[in-house]
């Protein structure tokens, strides 16, 4: 008769696990990569003319928005002047800030396909000192389908914006998910683009084409236009397909990829609930302090 074996942990096993730990700890990329510093930015004394950022992704749910709050709001702590502009008829930006899109009587829509309706008219203040929005509704999704009939049809949004670009550091345009004409005329009014990507397995699908679209805006309708730079958002390295999907993103892009990194946390749904920014509403989490350096890259590389 064989005797059974000894309840209780596996020795060899609890070691496999122990050097897999410290393996996905040292195996991390986005921990192993060598961070350039973090210049500490100086203060402004006068504000404008603004540098123009479209946070754009033809993929959806990859937190564009989330971004573009949270940058915002981490510009306006090293005391930068931030417009945020609402260019998905979703809303979500506007929600997020705590705008109920639907009782807008005037938003980015009527800014872009209404001559008599200025900028000041359509602009709101949002619970953070210094960072105003230019909030949209569903309404947005016409002006895709009545631009197509305009004159200098892609440059519609730049001219809108163009009488309060002085007033501003940093405009940020939330795109939606799509490469259509509201995108392309964000394109046209940016001067960088930052790209959310989500560390997933189909995130680096589609970039391409979002890098010829780019390159095309570029050519044809906005030399200025530049790739700022990756974010890789809702990363999570404790995962091996979290770490190996930003390696290649770090491949593909080398030094475009910025050093921080967001990671995947909950508390970001639930800022969307509090309808404010990381920054305020948990200012010492993790999500708040990666937006301030997020700023800090942003401010570096302009
Ligand atoms: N780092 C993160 N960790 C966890 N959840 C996140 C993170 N960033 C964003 N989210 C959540 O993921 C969802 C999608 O984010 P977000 O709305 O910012 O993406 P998006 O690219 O703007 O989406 P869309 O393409 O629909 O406009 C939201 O519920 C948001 O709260
Ligand atoms: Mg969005």
């Known amino acids: 008769m064989t005797t059974s074996s000894t309840p209780g942990p596996d020795p060899a096993a609890t070691a496999v696990d122990d050097a897999a730990a410290a393996d996905a700890k040292s ?3 986005a921990r192993a990569r060598e961070r350039r510093p973090l210049v500490a930015p100086q203060p402004v004394e006068r504000h404008g003319p ?8 033809q993929k959806g749910g990859v937190g564009k928005t ?32 705590g705008v109920q899109p639907h009782q807008l009587e005037l938003t980015t829509y009527n800014l872009l396909m209404e001559r008599a309706v200025g900028v000041d008219e359509v602009l709101l203040k949002t619970g953070v000192p210094g960072m105003d929005l230019l909030p949209s509704n569903i309404d947005l999704s016409a002006a895709e389908v009545q631009l197509v009939n305009e004159v200098a049809r892609e440059q519609t949004l730049a001219r809108a914006l163009a009488p309060v670009v002085e007033d501003y550091d940093y405009v940020l345009i939330d795109c939606q998910p799509s490469l ?12 960088g683009v930052i ?39 809702m990363y999570d ?18 030094d475009k990829v910025f050093d921080t990194v967001i990671n995947r946390t909950v508390r970001f749904p639930e800022t969307t609930v509090a309808g404010e920014p990381i920054t305020t509403w948990a200012p010492n989490s993790g999500g708040a302090i990666a937006y301030r350096e997020l700023a800090m890259e942003v401010l570096s590389r302009s």
């Open 66 to 97: 989330t971004s573009t709050i949270n940058l915002g709001a981490a510009l306006t702590e090293f005391g930068r002047r931030v417009l945020l502009v609402d260019f998905d008829p979703q809303g979500a930006l506007s929600v997020g800030l």
């Open 180 to 191: 259509g004409l509201l995108t392309v005329n964000a394109l046209t009014a940016a001067h």
């Open 50 to 57: 603004a540098r123009v950022l479209a946070l754009c992704n």
């Open 237 to 254: 390295g404790r995962t091996l397909h979290g770490r190996e999907v930003f390696s290649r993103v770090l491949e593909a892009f080398g």
């Open 27 to 29: 195996a991390d990329p």
């Open 195 to 233: 790209i959310p990507l989500e560390c997933e397995f189909f995130s680096l699908r589609g970039v391409a084409l979002l890098i010829d679209t780019i390159d095309k805006v570029q050519q044809r309708l906005n030399p200025e236009l530049r790739l700022e730079g990756i974010l890789a958002t």
